[in-house]
Nanobody, 125 residues
Framework: QVQLVESGGGLVQTGGSLRLSCAAS????????MGWFRQAPGKERDFVAA????????YYSDSVKGRFTISRDNTKNTVYLQMDSLKFEDTAVYYC??????????????????WGQGTQVTVSS
C-alpha cells in the first residue's frame, strides 16, 4: 500500500516547461512501478509515462515522447515528470499512479493500485 500526493502543476505558456512531483508514503515505495496519467475535460484518462521500480527503464506515450522525462528518487520516495516544450494539447489534470510492474511498454488503468489526487496543468498560447 502506498499513498501518493502530486504537486507542481500550474499555468505555463506554450513552449515552456514544468516539473511535477509525486511524493509517496509507505515503506514499500521502491517496490512499485510508477507512472503518470492525464485527463482533460470530456476525455478519458490516458497513459503518459511510466518507470520501473529501480528507475532503470522508462516508457512514454507517443504524444509526449521526446518532450517529457519521468524519473524517480527512491531515497526521497518521490517520482517526477519533467515536461518540456509544452503544447496546448498537454492541458489536463495529471495523476500520479502506482503499479506492481510495467508490462508491454505502458500502463493501463487496470494496472493501477493507487492514484494520487491529481494536479492541474494548463498550457496557454
Amino acid at each position: 500500500q502506498v499513498q501518493l500526493v502530486e504537486s507542481g502543476g500550474g499555468l505555463v505558456q506554450t513552449g515552456g516547461s514544468l516539473r511535477l512531483s509525486c511524493a509517496a508514503s509507505g515503506r514499500t515505495f521502491s517496490s512499485y512501478a510508477m507512472g503518470w496519467f492525464r485527463q482533460a475535460p470530456g476525455k478519458e484518462r490516458d497513459f503518459v509515462a511510466a518507470i520501473n521500480w529501480s528507475g532503470t527503464k522508462t516508457y512514454y506515450s507517443d504524444s509526449v515522447k521526446g518532450r517529457f522525462t519521468i524519473s524517480r528518487d527512491n531515497t526521497k520516495n518521490t517520482v517526477y515528470l519533467q515536461m518540456d516544450s509544452l503544447k496546448f494539447e498537454d492541458t489536463a489534470v495529471y495523476y500520479c499512479a502506482a503499479a506492481r510492474a510495467v508490462i508491454g511498454g505502458r500502463l493501463t488503468l487496470g494496472d493501477i493500485t493507487n492514484w494520487g489526487q491529481g494536479t492541474q496543468v494548463t498550457v496557454s498560447s
